[in-house]
């Protein structure tokens, strides 16, 4: 029985070290630093907006404990959304393709030096249309801890299953799943903002 406890728990923390291979450190506000992950080898980075206070001086640090000055490639403050950008090879996040309400599920940061809490699937909703314009997104009952804001919501295999954002649910926590994250970054990769149709009546 310890045997196999000591196992599982291992095979955990083996999720979040995979994890934590694709997650850097982003100083970019006057409190605490918070998380972003690798979404390209060539120095593309995703994190939430709502950490990036400012437009200058952006500094991000890889696992590697490297420092680079990033600069912003685009913002989507209705997604909670900015991709960064450093002159720099990162190791890009492997990404699940999806997950099912109970699935046991971790927030991943590194504020300063990796960290994480567990938790499960609580709900997967569709899309959300009004002052956030969301295309889904998971809510989890996993603690948002400080900094980790822009960091992965990583499923019991290691791969990223969203992007955690505080910004976006006041009492749950609430992740970004690739498919509202990816047609955002490739507007802010294309336009540097994401283009949305609107009606005026």
Sequence with gaps: MTNSLQQYSDEMANAIEKA??????????NHVPATGIAWSTDGEIVTADHI?????????TLPDGSTYEAKILGRDPSSDLVLLK?????????????????????????????????????????????????????????VML???????????SGRVAGINSSALGRDASVALPLSAVKP????????????????GV
């Excluded at 990036?52 to 991000?60: A, G, L, M, S, Y």
């Excluded at 450093?86 to 599920?105: F, R």
């Design 146 to 156: 400080p900094g980790f804001s822009g960091g992965p919501l990583v499923d019991a």
């Design 86 to 142: 450093v002159e720099a090879k990162l190791t890009p996040a492997e990404w699940a393709d999806s997950v099912k309400i109970g699935n046991m599920v971790f927030a991943v940061g590194r504020p300063d030096g990796l960290m994480a809490s567990w938790g499960i699937v609580s709900y997967v909703g569709g899309a959300v249309r009004g002052r956030r314009q969301l295309e889904a997104y998971i809510q989890t009952d996993v």
């Design 184 to 199: 955002v970054v490739e507007s802010l990769k294309k336009h540097g903002h994401v283009k949305r149709g609107f009606l």
């Design 20 to 29: 934590g291979r694709s997650i850097v450190t982003i100083d970019a506000r």
């Design 52 to 60: 990036v206070q400012r437009d200058e001086n952006i500094n991000v």
